[in-house]
């Protein structure tokens, strides 16, 4: 079984970076792929940026050349780098992985952005 622990958000200014992290640990053979997800209470989740196993990425226009996607290999974890944040970028975001074909989900990081 693995476990995704997310950390990183928290309060930050409009302009302002914030790095998320997506930490797994378990039983871990192959990495086959990852992503972020972000949700607006009342909303649907929305998805932000993906990461093939492949290593490469995709991104939501929302985000597209504010925010980057990438992995240490080393430590089994995810990272999301997100720059010059907006009020709109406030909300729980969740990574999700793949790993060894099973779906994992993190527990969720609020993200809020004042203005």
Known sequence: QVQLVESGGGL??????????CAASGSI??????????QVPGKQREWVA???SSSSTYYANSVK??????RDT?????YLQ?????????AVYYCNSVYDSRDYWGQ??????SS
């Open 82 to 90: 997100m720059t010059s944040l907006k009020p709109e970028d406030t």
């Open 50 to 52: 993906r990461m093939l």
């Open 65 to 70: 050349g504010r925010s980057t996607i990438s």
């Open 12 to 21: 930050v200014q409009a302009g302002g970076s914030l790095k998320l992290s």
């Open 74 to 78: 080393t430590n089994n974890t995810v």
């Open 29 to 38: 053979f192959r990495f086959n792929g990852a992503a972020w997800y972000r």
């Open 108 to 113: 969720g990081t609020q993200v809020t952005v």
